[in-house]
């Protein structure tokens, strides 16, 4: 009985969090993590052409490795 009441609790409280993010949606929040700017793609690809690591490039543009093998790729 307590493993049914449970189950429509889990069902109420997910409705609510659709009909939540909907509204939020609606209201043009954006939802999801904030976008950090970070350095140009033109930048990264200069010092990659100059041959800098991608450590240095990326300690240098203050951002991940990552991000900066990303920006070069874009």
């Known amino acids: 009985m307590l493993a049914a009441v449970a ?3 889990r ?4 409705d609510r969090t659709r009909l939540g993010l ?6 043009g929040v954006r939802l999801g993590r904030r ?3 970070g350095p140009s793609a033109a ?6 052409a100059k ?5 240095s490039i990326a300690g240098a543009l203050g951002c ?6 990303r ?3 874009a």
């Not at 909907?22 to 209201?27: C, G, I, Q, T």
């Open 7 to 9: 189950e429509f609790e």
């Open 11 to 14: 069902d109420l409280i997910r």
């Open 22 to 27: 909907a509204a939020a949606r609606r209201r």
């Open 35 to 37: 976008v950090e700017p």
């Open 43 to 48: 930048e990264v690809r200069k010092r990659r």
């Open 51 to 55: 041959g800098e690591s991608w450590t």
């Open 64 to 69: 991940t490795v990552a991000k900066a093998r």
């Open 71 to 73: 920006l070069a790729a």
